[in-house]
């Protein structure tokens, strides 16, 4: 908004009388055209990427997807087959189910940015191993600081030690706010943990309440 617009706003509400205005500011907006040139470029050097074995196994890079502005950023394990056929995060049985939770908060997939720890496929869905969470993890720390979001909610313990540290316990860290720097981290479960135990469902949810109210847009 230019300067004098916002002086014609103001002597408009002064000239009905209003003394005082209690104004909250939002986030300024990112220059959302730089973060995505930069994303591109990023998820090109990942499409080059041989720094580990998973490469050769793998059909797609699984990049990550989402809204470059978000303020809220989801991190997952690895891709799984769904993913790894379609080059897309979060897009089988656990990515249905998240997207369903968090429609119930009221945020919706085009609102957020997701990304995995690993972006190939490790074979048969084996968990990933720490040479490769390595070998990835500069990927990801890139993604964070180029999204810069106000709050990164970390699914399962392989995204909560990759950010929080080894020695973090998923039951003993969910649903907790830890800083990261100038981030705020939510730990919570995997939503494919979800599916085999639905009654952690109600707990998920609160937690990504608790992401929500720390959101600055
Ligand atoms: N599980 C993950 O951790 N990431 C995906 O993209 C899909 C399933």
Do not use: W
């Not at 993604?143 to 909610?153: A, R, S, T, W």
């Amino acid at each position: 908004m230019e300067k004098n617009q916002l002086g014609d706003i103001l002597n408009f509400y002064r000239d009905l009388g209003v003394e005082y205005l209690n104004i909250k500011l939002k986030k300024e907006k990112k220059s959302s055209k730089n973060t995505f040139f930069y994303l591109e470029k990023l998820k090109r050097e990942v499409e080059n990427c041989k720094a580990c074995e998973l490469y050769k196994t793998k059909k797609h890079y699984v990049f990550g997807d989402g809204n470059p502005n978000a303020d809220l950023m989801f991190i997952g394990e690895a891709p799984g087959a769904n993913e790894d056929e379609q080059g897309l995060p979060f897009v089988g049985r656990a990515g249905k189910l998240l997207d369903d939770l968090l429609k119930e908060i009221g945020v919706e997939r085009k609102d957020i940015y997701i990304a995995n720890c690993l972006k190939c496929r490790p074979p048969n869905n084996r968990d990933p191993q720490e040479s490769e969470l390595k070998a990835c993890r500069s990927f990801l720390d890139n993604q964070i600081n180029l999204i810069k979001p106000g709050v990164i909610v970390t699914l399962g313990r392989f995204a909560l030690m990759q950010l929080l540290g080894n020695d973090k316990k998923i039951t003993q860290s969910r649903g907790i706010v830890f800083e990261m720097g100038i981030y705020k981290v939510i730990p919570t479960y995997h939503p494919a943990y979800l599916l085999r135990n639905p009654k952690a469902i109600e707990i998920f949810v609160n937690d990504l309440n608790v992401a929500k109210k720390y959101l600055r847009i």
